[in-house]
């Protein structure tokens, strides 16, 4: 990888490749600063830069592999260098509609975008300056895309060992719906205790996935078995992908379920930082509560 030729937030991209290594590192403290060199140079304050999609694939590559270290933590590595600071309100997520700003961004708008942000001298006009978002908003979409390559990897990491491993991909998967048998694999997460985060996080992806596609009867047939589920947080996630499905008509005891979640709030505290969704489970409740009440 000609990383010399590539650009992050600071520059040429060429300290990247010993970010990656140190990923695998038997020094956690290594590991963590190499995440957070990564965080603070692929993924500046939450802008993409050149050199971002080119990280994506071996941040792939560190997850697959079963001895690296901290792989859940990498899924959130992945998780930001792909999808970016988006929060699930933007689901269902339509990359057409995200990465507009992108269109007509060439090889040449590119060069031009990057010599401006390195000559400290220069100050940009108003016609740089939307240059310089339109190809921000190209690096987003072509990380975004480097994502979605591996769609077929990340259902595979719904069996993983790793519960927050397989947490980690539902969610990730929320944010690919054109991935082949997406919607198969996250019904076929098994509803065991073992599986009860993975089971939860592909309950809510489900629910965002789903909202296309309303009659999928697998899909419902799945959710409403699911509000029996013995563990609090996969009846509730359950019962939030049916409110988000189908708003106030809801199958009977999906707002049963509901209430009791909120009443007892049911949060992350049993998953600590495991839980890969930027809300806890108490907070969707009180969302799909709005969906389920309103006409």
Same mark, same amino acid.
């Given at each position: 990888?000609?990383?010399?030729?590539?650009?992050? =937030?600071?520059?040429?991209?060429?300290?990247?490749?010993?970010?990656?290594?140190?990923l695998?590192?038997?020094?956690p403290?290594v590991?963590q600063? #190499?995440?957070?060199?990564?965080?603070?140079?692929?993924?500046?304050?939450?802008t993409?830069?050149?050199?971002t999609?080119?990280v994506?694939q071996?941040?792939?590559?560190?997850?697959?592999?079963r001895?690296?270290?901290?792989?859940?933590?990498?899924i959130?590595?992945?998780?930001a260098?792909?999808?970016?600071?988006?929060?699930?309100?933007?689901?269902?997520f339509?990359? /057409?509609?995200?990465?507009a700003?992108?269109?007509?961004?060439t090889?040449?708008?590119?060069?031009?975008?990057?010599t401006?942000l390195? +000559?400290?001298?220069?100050?940009?006009?108003?016609?740089?300056?939307?240059?310089?978002?339109a190809?921000?908003?190209?690096?987003?979409?072509?990380?975004?895309?480097?994502g979605?390559?591996?769609?077929?990897?990340?259902?595979?990491?719904?069996?993983?060992?790793d519960p =927050?491993?397989a947490a980690?991909? #539902?969610?990730l998967? #929320?944010?690919f719906?054109?991935?082949?048998?997406?919607?198969? #694999?996250l019904?076929?997460v098994p509803?065991?205790?073992?599986?009860?985060?993975a089971?939860?996080? /592909?309950?809510l992806?489900?629910?965002?996935?789903?909202?296309?596609?309303?009659?999928?009867?697998?899909? +419902?047939?799945?959710?409403?078995?699911?509000?029996?589920?013995?563990?609090?947080?996969?009846?509730?996630?359950a =019962?939030?992908?049916?409110?988000?499905?189908?708003?106030?008509?809801?199958?009977?005891?999906?707002?049963?379920v509901?209430?009791?979640?909120?009443n007892?709030?049911?949060?992350?505290?049993?998953?600590?930082?495991?839980?890969?969704w +930027?809300?806890p489970p /108490? =907070?969707?409740a009180?969302?799909?509560?709005?969906?389920a009440?309103?006409?």
């Amino acid at each position: 990888m000609p990383w010399n030729r590539l650009h992050h =937030a600071y520059g040429s991209a060429t300290d990247v490749p010993g970010h990656l290594r140190s990923l695998r590192s038997p020094d956690p403290d290594v590991r963590q600063n #190499a995440c957070a060199a990564l965080l603070g140079t692929v993924y500046h304050q939450g802008t993409r830069w050149q050199a971002t999609r080119y990280v994506v694939q071996f941040v792939v590559g560190l997850v697959e592999a079963r001895e690296t270290p901290d792989r859940a933590v990498l899924i959130g590595l992945l998780r930001a260098l792909s999808i970016g600071d988006r929060e699930d309100g933007e689901l269902p997520f339509s990359p /057409a509609v995200a990465f507009a700003g992108a269109r007509g961004v060439t090889s040449e708008t590119e060069r031009t975008v990057l010599t401006w942000l390195y +000559d400290e001298e220069t100050r940009p006009d108003e016609a740089q300056l939307a240059a310089t978002d339109a190809v921000a908003a190209y690096w987003a979409q072509a990380a975004y895309e480097a994502g979605a390559r591996h769609g077929y990897r990340y259902l595979n990491w719904l069996a993983d060992p790793d519960p =927050a491993v397989a947490a980690g991909a #539902a969610e990730l998967l #929320a944010w690919f719906p054109e991935t082949p048998g997406v919607v198969p #694999a996250l019904i076929g997460v098994p509803d065991d205790d073992a599986h009860a985060l993975a089971r939860s996080s /592909a309950n809510l992806s489900l629910g965002h996935l789903g909202r296309s596609a309303a009659g999928n009867i697998e899909v +419902d047939t799945r959710l409403v078995e699911l509000l029996g589920n013995p563990h609090l947080t996969v009846a509730l996630t359950a =019962a939030v992908a049916l409110a988000y499905r189908h708003g106030p008509v809801l199958p009977p005891g999906a707002l049963q379920v509901l209430h009791e979640a909120r009443n007892r709030r049911a949060g992350r505290r049993e998953w600590s930082d495991s839980w890969p969704w +930027d809300r806890p489970p /108490a =907070a969707f409740a009180e969302i799909a509560l709005r969906r389920a009440t309103t006409s």
